[in-house]
Nanobody, 125 residues
């Protein structure tokens, strides 16, 4: 499956953006799909994940209550709705997917074998 991430941009602090991760060459059925982000000079970090089967969601503590991950079966797309954005949310955001994720490895980038290109989110203060 190939992933394409888009939706990034420049927004003021307190604003909102919605990122999309579209799958082609397959569907998300049976996958766990996640968003990671990487700020300049920083390690890539887990942001959120959704299990396609069942819809369970998982979040980085600092985005809970502000970000929402969701999936659309008809569009074969995962969304990351980001509200109340802060300057520290500035990063390249990547979507990733895997069929073999377990809860204990979900937050590790090494557990995912399909990746989309990054989409840049810049939050100005």
């Amino acid at each position: 499956v190939q992933l394409q991430a888009f939706g990034g941009g420049l927004v003021q602090a307190g604003g909102s953006l919605r990122l999309s991760c579209a799958a082609s060459g397959g569907t998300f059925s049976g996958y766990t799909v996640a968003w990671f982000r990487q700020a300049p000079g920083m390690l890539r970090e887990f942001v959120a994940a959704i299990r396609w089967r069942g819809g369970s969601t998982y979040y980085l503590d600092s985005v809970k209550g502000r970000f929402t991950i969701s999936g659309d079966n008809a569009k074969n797309t995962v969304f990351l709705q980001m509200n109340s954005l802060k300057p520290e949310d500035t990063a390249n955001y990547y979507c990733a997917a895997s069929r073999t994720i377990i809860v204990t490895t979900m937050r590790s980038e090494h557990a995912y074998n399909y990746w989309g290109q990054g989409t840049l989110v810049t939050v100005s203060s």
